[in-house]
């Protein structure tokens, strides 16, 4: 089998942060081009800024019901780091399987049903309009219909990453974008003998196009070309003492991830009181939800390289190595910030000139759409460097810290702020874009506070026996 990959725990602590990092980074990038490269091909295709709009709402409504998963894909990662450290593969994979096959009977039997019976309800709930619902339904059925595609590519992803081993996913994560890019090519604007699908083909090329990743990598375990491998017993029944420790370290964690992702949607009903709403909340979905993603995207693959590196010190005895990798992590992801916010300060209206709906673009989204940039230039600096700094909490197994926070931050302070706009009748793009900025200022002080005081030797997360 593969080797674990010892220069994550010893040796210059800036080259086992870039090790790896970079590859989750840039495979994270690569995998935020593809709704990019949807939103231009439905601007383009069906030339209404209602169609982006849909998009955006549906992404988010999505993600607030499967990302309840990520508390078992953030708990399993923490442990399969650890075990990690102490290169006993045996519990690896123990953990990996556990966790998949829970996965798939909570998705399979419980998300894809409920989830495609509650989609006009969800949408309701974010206050799209009408003309909005009727691009978005369709979009948000079919993701729930594939959300079992979506959802084994994460954990699997996750897996192997935690185990050290993030060079094999972005390779493969290529693969899954060029997919999707050709997929969605396909639906959306109807190639060759295809019918033109819209936004319902923008969801078949999401869920169709990790198919072969989840195949090939299967196909990896078992053949033994990987660090984790297939169980020494197969059963259909979850090995609960495995679902126990998962639970007790990412139950807090899919907390944190619902409460960011509801933040988010209510954010959505708000830019909804304003008076030109759809297009308020197309400039939102194409900055916040696509360019943004830029910065959102390489600081979520920070705070997995920061903590799969904490997780994979503390299994070996270097809690404190880990720890000043995290610094070296946040550091990286605060310069990508900067770099990201002058190029958009630079350069916004020519970025927003590729979603524009038709050829003469759409003033009111293009105005409104440069404000959030400008807003958003100087909030990702601070986003980036606390999810970085999030990261080691969660590797070094305290995902309690990082709920609370969330709930805070995008709660009450997000919420809290558009909401006394609202009340004060001053409620503009201008307030609820600052108060964006407010939010993730916050977010950052109060992480970095429970950074400095996290423990300096967490404790081992065992799993029983």
Known sequence: MKPFDEELVSGNIVRSVWKLAWPIVLMNLINGVHGMIDQILIAKSVQHHEANAAVGISWNVFLVVVVSLASL?????????????????AQ?????????????????????????????????????EPDVQAYALPYLRTLYLLSITLSMNFLLGTA???????????????????LHILLSAVFITGLGPFPKMGTTGAALGAGLAPIPTVIIVLTLIARKKTILGLPEHFSLIPDWNVIRAVARIGIPSGIHAVVLNIGGIWLYRYVGQLPDSSAAQAAYTICYAQLFSFVTWAALGLRGSASALMGQNIGAGKSERGRRGVHVAATMGGAWAIVWGLVVWLASDQ?????????????????????????????????????????GLMGAGDTKKPMYIAIITQIIVLLGVCEIYFRLGLLTASAIWSAILISHVSRYVLTHMAFLSAKLRPVMIEVGH
Request: net charge neutral.
């Open 73 to 89: 894909f953030h708990g399993m990662g923490v442990l399969i780091a650890q075990a990690a450290g102490k290169q006993d593969r």
């Open 92 to 128: 690896m994979n123990r953990i990996l399987y556990s966790t998949g096959l829970l996965t798939a009977y909570i998705v399979l039997f419980i998300i894809t049903p409920i989830g495609y019976w509650l989609s006009p309800y969800l949408l309701r709930l974010a206050n799209a």
């Open 160 to 178: 192997m990453q935690t185990s050290g081993d993030a060079k094999t996913p972005l390779m493969l994560v290529v693969l899954t974008t060029l």
């Open 351 to 391: 970025l927003l000139a590729l979603f524009n709906s038709t050829d003469g673009g759409d003033a009111t989204v293009t105005l409104l759409g440069t404000s959030l940039l400008h807003y958003l230039s100087i909030s990702g600096v601070f986003l980036a460097v606390a999810l970085a700094l999030t990261g």
